[in-house]
């Protein structure tokens, strides 16, 4: 691996600049499968650890593509180990196929935030989203002593061109996330971006595994080579698509031949 492909905490420390208490990478994993659910990450950490964290970022992190299977497995525990919160939202194939891919994976990333955001901010974010709640537990609603008194901001980093995140909220189907963030895109942020990089594994060694138990569970599943494809359109699930039709874990809005 290439000294150029080891991720940094700079554009994570920029945002702590301007004041953002937590900072959340982002990446998605599944966006081109065939079938099963599209994933997205979340890595978030707390914006006075950053130097700290910087520091103790684990041996060999990178973009999940540029890690053999055996490298992302070994990075799995330790990833989650140094986030200060971590989650993966996902979006089942129905899902993906009533509302399209985009907003799919938007659904999917406020789900990873909400429950990152509530990992970190215990009381705050339990009563944030509900206002009725609020109001009757006032004193149950202090952030840890390290935190400002004031309301938490939280800044988002995405990998890629397009912001999806902000796109979803306030949807009908939408979490009622307890902190909005402002999100900033990155390309190849998985290259660059330490949060967005362990965001990336995270997803993706959980999404491998679902999908391998998947095939393991269910010989109709087993078929379609799950296990080694993970979903995606090789020639032998495009082979077994052909000969026993989509399952119930197909996206069956998407050209599956």
């Avoid at 914006?47 to 490298?71: C, F, G, I, N, W």
């Avoid at 089942?92 to 891919?101: K, L, P, R, V, Y």
């Amino acid at each position: 691996m290439s000294i150029s492909a080891v991720p940094t905490f700079d554009l994570e420390e920029s945002l702590a600049r301007e004041g953002y208490s937590m900072i959340v990478g982002f990446d998605e994993v599944g966006r081109g499968s065939l079938a099963g659910p599209v994933m997205v990450g979340a890595a978030a950490f707390l914006a006075q650890r950053l130097p700290q964290a910087a520091r103790s970022m684990p041996h060999y992190l990178a973009d999940s593509k540029m890690l053999t299977e055996r490298r992302r497995e070994a990075l799995y525990e330790p990833l989650q180990q140094w986030a200060d919160a971590w989650a993966v939202g996902s979006a089942a194939s129905a899902e993906i196929d009533e509302w399209g891919i985009s907003h799919a994976l938007g659904i999917a990333a406020l789900r990873a935030l909400d429950a990152v955001e509530r990992t970190l901010f215990g009381a705050f974010a339990d009563a944030a989203g509900t206002p009725a709640a609020a109001a009757e537990q006032t004193e149950q609603t202090t952030l840890d002593a390290d935190w400002d008194a004031r309301m938490p901001r939280v800044g988002a980093i995405l990998d890629g061109p397009s912001d999806y995140i902000t796109k979803a909220l306030g949807t009908f189907e939408a979490p009622a996330v307890p902190v909005l963030a402002h999100v900033v895109t990155q390309v190849k942020g998985d290259q660059h971006c330490g949060s967005v990089a362990c965001a990336a594994v995270l997803a993706k060694v959980t999404r491998d595994r679902l999908m391998t138990q998947l095939a393991d569970s269910n010989p109709d599943y087993a078929r379609y080579g799950w296990a080694h494809n993970k979903g995606y359109g090789s020639q032998a699930h495009k082979a077994a698509i052909a000969q026993y039709g989509p399952c119930d874990e197909h996206r069956t809005s998407w050209k599956l031949l």
